[in-house]
């Protein structure tokens, strides 16, 4: 009797571990893009302010609609104005209009801002909040100093967001690559580009993939 249960209770066991190791590893794969730009900065070349009104909504309805088989589109306009278009007025109106179109659990449309300059420590994508973290004189809510990654990093964390990675460079984001290992940045910095699109292509047909390739710098992470 004692062996039976002993031969139970390990048929038990070995079930019970075997469905964790299938929940473990059962995932649902969803396919979008986290960096896109309308013409609130710089983005979208086809796109014409005089006519397109409500761009973030018309990148979102668009990827819905027309270009097929997307689950979610981010839509991160540069954060400050610096060359660019970025103004508080543009950043409050691209959040109602991702909000005027996301469709929860049909396809999720989402208002970002992509953080930060090439010569100066590269670009984040941030979501997960309405604010808009920036430097410029009247273009944030909540001031974020030039270059300073991790003074983003720290905003992030108290305000709830999270950052991916854009295009990154060995020598970006206040040395994240190679400075000892953070668990305050870990916390909100929860992915890292590998390939990154031609910025100012106009295709529609997906016969122009991306030529870079960011899989060290994966690794490094």
């Known amino acids: 009797m004692k062996n039976r249960l002993r031969l139970l209770c390990a048929l038990v066991c070995a079930m019970l571990s075997f469905a964790q190791l ?15 730009q309308t013409w609130y900065s710089d983005g979208n070349q086809d796109q014409n302010p005089a006519t397109y009104t409500v761009p973030v909504a018309r990148a979102i309805t668009y990827a ?3 270009a ?4 979610f589109l981010g839509v991160s306009d540069h954060n400050h104005n610096e060359s660019l278009n970025m103004t508080m007025a543009y950043w409050v109106q691209g959040n109602h209009e991702a909000d005027s179109v996301n469709q929860d659990g049909v396809f999720v449309g989402m208002r970002g801002q992509e953080w930060g300059v090439i010569s100066g420590g590269g670009h984040v994508l941030v979501y997960g909040t309405d604010k808009l973290f920036g430097w410029n004189p009247g273009v944030y809510n909540v001031y974020v100093q030039k270059s300073n990654y991790g003074m983003l990093f720290d905003s992030l964390k108290k305000y709830g967001g999270f950052g991916y990675l854009a295009h990154p460079q060995s020598d970006d984001y206040s040395g994240i690559f190679t400075n000892a290992y953070n668990a305050s940045w870990d916390s909100v910095v929860v992915g890292v580009a590998l390939k990154n699109g031609p910025a100012t292509s106009t295709n529609t047909s997906e016969t122009n993939p991306s030529s870079t390739d960011y899989t060290s710098r994966y690794h490094d992470l």
Do not use: C, E, K, P
């Open 22 to 36: 299938q929940a473990q590893t059962s995932y649902n794969i969803y396919f979008g893009d986290f960096h896109t």
């Open 64 to 66: 819905r609609d027309v």
């Open 68 to 71: 097929g088989n997307m689950d």
